[in-house]
């Protein structure tokens, strides 16, 4: 199976280095994306948008020779999903790490802060406990050294889908700060955060209880349980 990982914001594609050697040695092919602007911490990101990343991840369904499973990390969640609304014949499973999909109309993150146009890593004070879980001394100043700004439209542009075959593609939710349990009930409940969500016709729960960034917390967990999910395909 081809396995396209798409990191989350302030991240590249080698944020996924320790979970890749799991996939791959099961015999998939795997890509780690780094989207545009991502690239380094002096890059242009003056006029990258949502789309732009949107984009990234449809030419790499494009070039991937067969069906594609793609993996979407927090923010990363979100691109994945209009992905698979562009190619929903392409897309054989999409899995969301701390993530999930996000509806028409709405954005990543509209309240993140900007500086010039990107929005740099914040201060660790600004995250919630849950976030931080795991991520130690060491972890925290290795994912601060390699963070690159966000460029900010990709954080506030509305999502734009218009194909519900979306809706017919498997999903696995992999729940890390908040319980698969929690989510379960608001989903029953019709809470708004998971409403596109609820429109999917095949979802997965996973539990890996840990914070925000399971590639870096626990990766070769992680890797087993995208495998898990790949493998269902």
């Known amino acids: 199976m081809n396995i396209l990982l798409i990191p989350g914001f302030w991240l590249d594609g080698s944020s996924w280095d320790e979970v890749t050697p799991v996939l791959e040695r099961a015999g998939h092919r795997v890509r780690a994306l780094t989207l545009p602007g991502l690239g380094a911490v002096d890059a242009d990101r003056g006029g990258i948008g949502l789309r732009d990343h949107v984009d990234a991840v449809v030419a790499a369904v494009d070039e991937a020779d067969g069906p594609v499973v793609l993996v979407g990390h927090s923010g990363g969640g979100a691109i994945a999903h209009a992905a698979t609304d562009a190619r929903p014949d392409r897309v054989a499973r999409v899995v969301y790490v701390d993530a999930g999909p996000l509806e028409h109309g709405k954005a990543i993150n509209a309240e993140l802060p900007v500086v010039d146009g990107e929005i740099p890593l914040p201060d660790w004070s600004e995250f919630d406990e849950a976030d931080l879980r795991d991520l130690d001394d060491e972890l925290r100043a290795a994912f601060r050294a390699r963070a690159v700004p966000q ?52 979802v997965e729960h996973v539990d890996l209880p840990t914070g925000h960034w399971p590639q870096f917390t626990k990766p070769a967990d992680l890797g087993r349980v995208i495998l898990a999910a790949v493998d269902r395909n």
């Open 151 to 202: 460029p900010a439209a990709v954080a506030g542009d509305l999502q734009v889908l218009s194909d519900e075959r979306r809706y017919d593609v498997p999903v696995t939710v992999v729940a890390c700060e908040f319980p698969s349990e929690l989510l379960r009930e608001w989903i029953a409940r019709g809470h708004p955060y998971v409403a596109e969500l609820a429109r999917v016709s095949d």
